[in-house]
């Protein structure tokens, strides 16, 4: 690569990476959940739960409120998150509604969706992960 073609390259991605702006820190989302109020609070506050719940995301602080019935959908779930560091974008939006979709999926039934074992024609397919 010549080195005019390089720098164009480099200007390039100088280009892209500045129009990339980091999001908020602060994210809340909110979700029905079928369960009652002290059911989904001690799920919550059960360490190693939250702490799966949270897996892989830059979490500083979170909190949770949990509403009236809406209809018969459930409580009103509201997760709020503070990231410890800034995600591009809706970024935070993003993972704070994944979050509150794993505490659903805790909540009504049982466990955490994952795809670990899951034969999706992988070589390592029902192995642990290592």
Do not use: Y
């Amino acid at each position: 690569m010549s080195p005019q073609a390089a720098r164009s390259v480099a200007d390039r991605a100088r280009q892209v990476i500045a129009t990339v702006r980091p999001g908020s820190t602060e994210g809340h989302r909110s979700l029905p959940i079928r369960s009652t109020p002290e059911q989904i609070q001690a799920r919550w506050d059960e360490p190693e739960l939250r702490a799966a719940i949270l897996k892989d995301m830059p979490v500083a602080d979170a909190s949770l409120t949990i509403g009236g019935p809406d209809r018969d959908w459930g409580s009103t779930v509201t997760l709020e998150l503070r990231l410890s560091a800034a995600v591009p974008d809706i970024g935070t939006q993003a993972l704070t509604g994944k979050a509150l979709r794993r505490l659903k999926a805790l909540c009504e039934t049982g466990e955490i969706p994952s795809t670990a074992f899951n034969p999706a024609a992988r070589d390592d397919a029902g192995e642990p992960p290592s």
